[in-house]
């Protein structure tokens, strides 16, 4: 990972050793930018060229551009190192831009070091006439074959030191055909730049002070295309957007193989599972217009007082209804005498808005409460978990969310829960309390235990589609309801309690189960991207290689990858 040092900002230089002297290699880089080159196709294309780079670099199938997809806004994105709320660039006009202020990388490296020859060869008359200020030779041709020839021509002088190819033959072909190896016209254009690339690389080496010299080369694409992803390779997040996949290969002749691959999205969740919801879905709902389903026998034994020490964990759907719904307190999963949020003895989970919450309480004292800080909003499977248990003589309740802690409460020595032992039934879906939108979602994977599992323990079992009987609190289970039955109006109690749900099915509702093919329990979206390379971070790749510390001032945002 990139740091704030300047030390730490470099790649680490090094030294070759003949059958005589050191010799310290003078570093150059050739910059290929393969337009439209989406990232799977590439690698599915098995292109001999890309692969046989491998075994010396830093790479990533999976490394990403801006979601925009335009062929301005990813060389703008490459060619500045900071993202389009800086360049301002968006598409290929390039109208209202600011390369006055963050400007590309040619004039970056003429600053620190003048020196340095810059040649650009571009297909796009855009990229040369826009992207390409500074550079010692900027040129820009009808085809990708004179692209090439022209950086071939350039690798056979002795005073190149930075060479930039842009081609779009790829991009061409995608547009037209489509983004997907599986397509003739888009994969022989990919095979045909790599027999581009092959020739170059043969001229690459064939240069007469090759040997003293130490060259970083970057193949990367602007941006990926549209193409089907299928579904089992779908994880709802920014690496199943076509448009966005690029890939991104960083080779030097001493370099380890380092593959960036995808990182977790979330575990595959899929099966046919239970639609709890009521019609209408507004605060008019009641039981009699809900699919809902409880338990009618032995409910007793979820009683626990207000002594015992127990653990709920559960999976959640929570469907997403468009931003003028809001959930307003449906409790979707309890055991409470009296339903309404204020009194009551019992405990039970509902939602506010996009949050999660456990409360417990008894008459006449009210509830005890504690949200997860964190917003579900992206309409996957997420396992939630709290831990009730008696902690230095006081009540408390630890709160889990993918099987991370997110919240703990402890309820004062003041506010006297009492029992919260009751008559009612334990039951899911639509649950009268006050007013407000009722639940439309799914549960699964229910799991009720006597006894207060361990943080470790939750975490490692929290992600899982089901639990067997190696699972280590397994005699303390009193509940286990996988609930993907698939069909009937039944809901198996897979413990050894026993105790099934009975599903009803409300006026105006249909009872709906539902084939689901989703993610369980995904990272934060916020920070996936930052796990793979993205087209701001070659700029600075590059300028770390030439051994060019960037000031703050220039406000670059991307990062480094380092190999070893």
């Given at each position: ?20 002297s ?57 060619m ?6 800086k360049?301002k ?17 040619f ?12 040649a ?43 060479i ?18 599986s ?115 032995n ?17 959640v ?14 409790v ?16 039970a989970?509902?939602?506010?808005s ?45 709160y ?27 039951e ?57 039955d ?31 093919n989703?993610?369980l ?44």
């Amino acid at each position: 990972m990139s740091c704030n040092s300047e030390f730490d900002k470099l790649l680490p230089s090094r030294e070759y050793n003949d059958s005589t002297s050191a010799i310290v290699k003078t570093r150059k880089v050739l910059y290929l930018i393969v337009d439209g080159a989406r990232g799977w196709s590439v690698r599915d294309a098995n292109a001999p060229n890309v692969m046989s780079l491998l075994k010396n670099s830093t790479y990533s199938w999976n490394s990403l551009s801006d979601s925009l997809g335009t062929n301005g806004n990813g060389w703008a994105d490459l060619m500045t190192g900071v993202k389009k709320n800086k360049h301002k660039i968006t598409d290929d006009s390039f109208a209202g831009n600011q390369l006055a202020q963050y400007p590309v990388i040619f004039q970056r490296i003429k600053a620190s070091r003048p020196e340095t020859r810059i040649a650009s060869f571009a297909s796009s008359t855009i990229f040369k006439d826009n992207l390409t200020t500074g550079a010692d030779v900027s040129q820009s041709f009808n085809s990708d074959a004179e692209v090439k020839t022209a950086v071939v021509a350039e690798l056979g002088s002795d005073i190149a030191s930075l060479i930039v190819g842009q081609f779009d033959a790829i991009d061409i072909a995608g547009a037209q055909f489509g983004y997907d190896d599986s397509v003739p016209e888009y994969r022989n254009a990919i095979l045909q730049f790599d027999q581009y690339l092959g020739e170059m690389l043969t001229a690459l080496r064939s240069r007469r002070d090759y040997a003293k010299e130490d060259w970083l080369v970057v193949i990367t694409s602007n941006h990926g295309g549209q193409a089907m992803i299928p579904p089992a390779q779908d994880d709802k997040t920014v690496f199943s957007y076509p448009k966005a996949n690029t890939f991104t290969i960083a080779y030097n002749a001493g370099y380890k193989p380092y593959l960036i691959n995808k990182p977790f999205t979330g575990n595959k969740y899929t099966g046919k599972f239970l639609r709890l919801y009521s019609a209408p879905a507004n605060n008019t709902a009641t039981i009699a217009t809900s699919v809902r389903a409880e338990v009618k026998n032995n409910n007793s034994i979820y009683n626990f007082g207000d002594t015992t020490s127990f653990t709920i964990e559960l999976k959640v759907k929570k469907n997403i209804r468009g931003t003028s719904f809001v959930y307003e307190w449906p409790v979707f999963f309890s055991k409470r005498f009296d339903k309404t949020k204020s009194v009551g003895n019992g405990w039970a989970f509902a939602w506010e808005s996009s949050k999660w919450r456990f409360f417990m309480g008894s008459q006449g004292v009210g509830h005890q409460a504690a949200d997860d800080p964190t917003t579900l909003v992206d309409g996957n499977w997420h396992s939630l978990a709290v831990v009730v248990y008696n902690k230095n003589f006081l009540r408390t309740i630890r709160y889990f969310r993918d099987g991370k802690q997110v919240a703990e409460l402890s309820i004062a020595s003041s506010v006297k829960l009492g029992t919260m032992n009751n008559s009612a039934p334990l039951e899911m879906g639509f649950i009268p309390v006050d007013t407000g939108q009722p639940f439309d979602g799914f549960l699964s994977d229910i799991r009720i235990w006597k006894a207060p599992l361990s943080d470790a323990v939750i975490a490692q079992y929290a992600c899982d589609s089901r639990i067997t009987e190696s699972h280590p609190y397994w005699n303390r289970l009193i509940g286990y309801w996988p609930a993907n039955d698939g069909s009937g109006l039944i809901i198996k109690d897979e413990s050894p309690a026993g105790n099934d749900f009975h599903i009803s099915v409300g006026t105006g509702t249909t009872l709906q189960w539902t084939d689901q093919n989703d993610v369980l329990c995904p990272p934060p979206t916020g920070n996936l991207a930052k796990l793979v390379p993205n087209t701001v971070d070659v700029p600075s790749q590059i300028l770390s290689w030439l051994a060019i510390t960037p000031p703050e001032t220039w406000g670059l945002d991307g990062r480094v990858w380092l190999n070893q």
